[in-house]
C-alpha cells in the first residue's frame, strides 16, 4: 500500500517554462513533506521543505504548495533550467517520527 | 558540509555470501538509515537507528540486519544475500533536531 505516490514517473518541459511536479498522499497524519533530488549516480540533495501549517513554502525558483484537504502536495520550478533534469521524490512523515515514507519519484527532462 | 561515505560505489556478491555495506557520517548526528531504491518502488527504508546500538525495522526489514557500535558509521548487513537483494542502497543520516536527511552515493549492489 503505497501512501506518498508520484503518479507521473517521467516529465518534460521546454526550458525557462515552469515545471509541476505532483504527489499525493494517503495518510492523513503526515505533518511534515520533502522533497528531495536525485542525479544519477548520488544520492539524493534535499531541495525544500513544508509543514503542514502552512500551505506555500518558497525558496528562490522552486515553491512548495500543499494542499491538505486534498491530500496533495507540489513542487513548481520556476523558470526551470537544465541542470534542473533528475529525479525528484516528495517524502512524507508523521510527527514524532524520524521515519519518512518516500515517494515512487518522477524523472524531470528539461529541454534545451 | 554534511559528509556521508558509502565503503562501496558498486559492488558484486554470489547468492549465499555475507555482505557487509558500511556508512559514515562526519556530522554528529544521532539518527542513520538504510534505504534501497528500486525501478518503479522508490526509496524504501530498510533499518534506522537513532542512537548508538538501538536501532528499528523500516518497512522491508526481512534479510538485512544492521550495526550500529559507533555513532559515526552505520552497517548493512546481508547474512545470505540472494538475487531479489540485487539494488541500489541508500545511507542517510539526520540530527536530532533537523528534518533534513544526507544521502551518501548509494551502493549498486548485484547479486549473482
Known amino acids: 500500500d503505497q501512501q506518498v505516490k508520484q503518479n507521473s514517473p517521467s516529465l518534460s518541459v521546454q526550458e525557462g517554462r515552469i515545471s509541476i511536479l505532483n504527489c499525493d498522499y494517503t495518510n492523513s497524519m503526515f505533518d511534515y513533506f520533502l522533497w528531495y533530488k536525485k542525479y544519477p549516480a548520488e544520492g539524493p540533495t534535499f531541495l525544500i521543505s513544508i509543514s503542514s501549517i502552512k500551505d506555500k513554502n518558497e525558496d528562490g525558483r522552486f515553491t512548495v504548495f500543499l494542499n491538505k484537504s486534498a491530500k496533495h502536495l507540489s513542487l513548481h520550478i520556476v523558470p526551470s533550467q537544465p541542470g534542473d533534469s533528475a529525479v525528484y521524490f516528495c517524502a512524507a512523515r508523521g510527527s514524532g517520527t524520524y521515519k519518512y515514507i518516500f515517494g515512487t519519484g518522477t524523472r524531470l527532462k528539461v529541454l534545451a | 558540509d554534511v559528509k556521508v561515505t558509502q565503503s562501496s560505489r558498486y559492488l558484486v556478491k554470489r547468492t549465499g555470501e555475507k555482505v557487509f555495506l558500511e556508512c559514515v557520517q562526519d556530522?554528529?548526528?544521532?539518527?542513520m538509515f538504510w534505504y534501497r531504491q528500486d525501478p518503479g518502488l522508490g526509496l524504501r527504508l530498510i533499518y534506522f537507528?537513532?542512537?548508538?546500538?538501538?536501532?528499528e525495522k523500516g518497512d522491508i526489514p526481512e534479510g538485512y540486519s544492521v550495526s550500529r557500535e559507533k555513532k559515526e558509521r552505520f552497517s548493512l548487513i546481508l547474512e545470505s544475500a540472494s538475487t531479489n537483494q540485487t539494488s541500489m542502497y541508500l545511507c542517510?543520516?539526520?540530527?536530532?533536531?533537523?528534518?533534513?536527511?544526507?544521502f551518501g552515493p548509494g551502493t549498486r549492489l548485484t547479486v549473482l
Open positions: 537507528s537513532y542512537d548508538v546500538k538501538m536501532k
Open positions: 556530522m554528529d548526528h544521532e539518527n
Open positions: 542517510a543520516s539526520q540530527g536530532a533536531l533537523t528534518d533534513t536527511q544526507y
